[in-house]
């Protein structure tokens, strides 16, 4: 923790103005250097440990321990990472067009939901049509520093995908192919040597031997809008796939109870599996359900976010498709009762989750930061060297945090709305209305002890 910092990174144009301190910071040059410095004083979310984090030239310059009496009311956290954003901000990332600054504006208003980093997704197109997108955001994700920060990699969902009503979901099937081997090479060359993620469904025909071929490649292979047999899966996991795109999603309203894509998954081994933490695309019963039936590190969140996230309820362009989008934050096709992305917030998927799932939010950030960061090997953050993107959560006692401040290579980005007794107040009234009562807290009082854990997992307190 005490390494010496890495050679500073050049300040960019906006770190050239002074920064406002931090709560809980003093602000002050640390070193004969021109550019200005913060220090953070902090306690880390996971390991609960009072932390005093300097920040020089918008990366980590040091993390000390301190004495754990260090009286300090805010909380360290690493910036969230969603690996699904279809667009965000009133931007379609989907569009024949997208700007260099609309694509800031989406990078910027994920920033004030607590997001400093997320995969920019693409959907079912003509595959020449993906493969130009593709190309087109790269060249402006290429421009701007900023940028580069932010997007982190590239997900592909579609158009392997299953062509079954209800599994396709929102895609459209007149785009759906297989995945040829000069597909997944296609791919590759479109993204250059960027991280990549692919959604497809293995039982497409040559998906097993594509599966091996895009690890050879260098891309991480994710199963999703798919029907496949247990048989299947294990064999596309033998290949190399090693996640689930959404469980509970991209699937039909109405399944099989005996055996249905669900039980597949939960019933598989060696899957990362996402979720969309908003208490609508999954149930609250099934979302914790998944959590006590999956290994505590093969759950991770994503918003699966389109335009309207971060925007006005309304009608909203997803691709060539208009969607609605209604005060639930659920985006629907016009008239039907298929799921098509959704309006969360990566913030607001914090605190719903931790509200599904009563249990602290570190639990859920960790969920929404490390952990997918550790599955696609991306740096983790909060460690020296790194850029400084990190939240600092104020929090007193056991109450829910009051107030988030998300920080950008040390830069603060504002206003943030944090949303979290809205949120947990969102999810109560979901389970209310639910067909089936509430589970009840086990301990019968209503309250429940606090869950920590450390960076290598988590774990249960003492008693
Ligand atoms: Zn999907």
């Not at 989406?106 to 493969?131: K, N, P, Q, S």
């Not at 599955?375 to 850029?387: D, E, I, Y």
Request: aromatic share 6%.
């Amino acid at each position: 923790m005490r390494t010496p910092p890495p050679t500073p990174a050049p300040p960019r144009g906006s770190q050239r103005k002074r920064r406002k301190p931090a709560p809980g910071s003093r602000q002050g040059p640390l070193s004969s250097s021109q550019s200005s410095a913060s220090v953070v004083l902090a306690r880390h979310y996971l390991s609960q440990r009072p932390l005093r984090v300097t920040c020089q030239n918008g990366r980590i310059a040091s993390i000390e321990q301190l004495a754990e009496a260090t009286p300090t009311d805010h909380w360290i956290a690493p910036g969230l990472l969603d690996l699904q954003i279809n667009g965000y901000a009133g931007v379609d990332f989907q569009a024949e067009v997208v700007s260099l600054d609309a694509l800031l504006t989406a990078a910027r208003g994920l920033r004030r939901a607590g997001c400093t980093r997320f995969l920019a997704t693409l959907v079912t197109d003509a595959w020449e049509r993906m493969l130009d997108k593709l190309g087109r955001l790269r060249a402006l994700r290429n421009r701007s520093p900023e940028l580069t920060a932010a997007i982190a990699g590239w997900h592909i969902e579609g158009p392997f995908l299953s062509e079954q009503p209800g599994y396709c979901g929102a895609h459209d099937p007149g785009c759906m192919c297989d995945p040829l081997p000069e597909r997944i090479r296609q791919l590759r060359a479109a993204a250059g040597n960027d991280l990549l993620l692919l959604t497809l469904a293995p039982e497409r025909r040559g998906a097993i031997e594509a599966i091996a071929l895009a690890i050879s490649l260098g891309i991480r292979i994710s199963l999703g809008h798919t029907n496949a047999s247990a048989e299947r899966i294990s064999e596309a996991i033998e290949a190399g796939a090693s996640g689930f795109t959404h469980l509970g999603n991209g699937c039909p309203q109405t399944l099989d109870r005996h055996d249905n894509i669900l039980w597949r998954v939960l019933e598989s081994s060696g899957l990362t599996v996402s979720m969309i933490p908003d208490g609508r695309h999954v149930s609250p019963p099934l979302f914790r359900l998944a959590h006590r039936l999956l290994p505590s590190g093969a759950l991770v969140y994503i918003t699966d976010a389109m335009a309207a996230a971060g925007a006005p309820p309304g009608r909203y362009a997803l691709g060539k498709m208009q969607l609605e989008v209604g005060d639930d934050q659920v985006v629907r096709m016009p008239g039907q009762p298929y799921y098509a992305g959704s309006a969360l917030r990566p913030l607001d998927g914090v605190w719903r989750a931790a509200a599904m799932t009563r249990t602290p939010w570190p639990r859920a950030w960790w969920r929404f930061s490390q952990r997918p960061a550790q599955w696609l090997g991306l740096p983790t953050g909060l460690a020296v060297g790194q850029r400084a993107d990190f939240c600092l959560l104020k929090q007193t006692g056991n109450e829910m945090p009051s107030r988030v401040r998300v920080f950008c290579g040390g830069e603060e980005a504002g206003p943030i709305l944090s949303r979290c007794a809205r949120s947990s107040r969102e999810i109560r009234r979901i389970e209310a209305s639910s067909h089936g009562a509430p589970a009840r807290p086990r301990d019968g009082t209503g309250r429940r002890r606090q869950v920590w854990f450390d960076d290598g997992g988590p774990r249960r307190s003492g008693r």
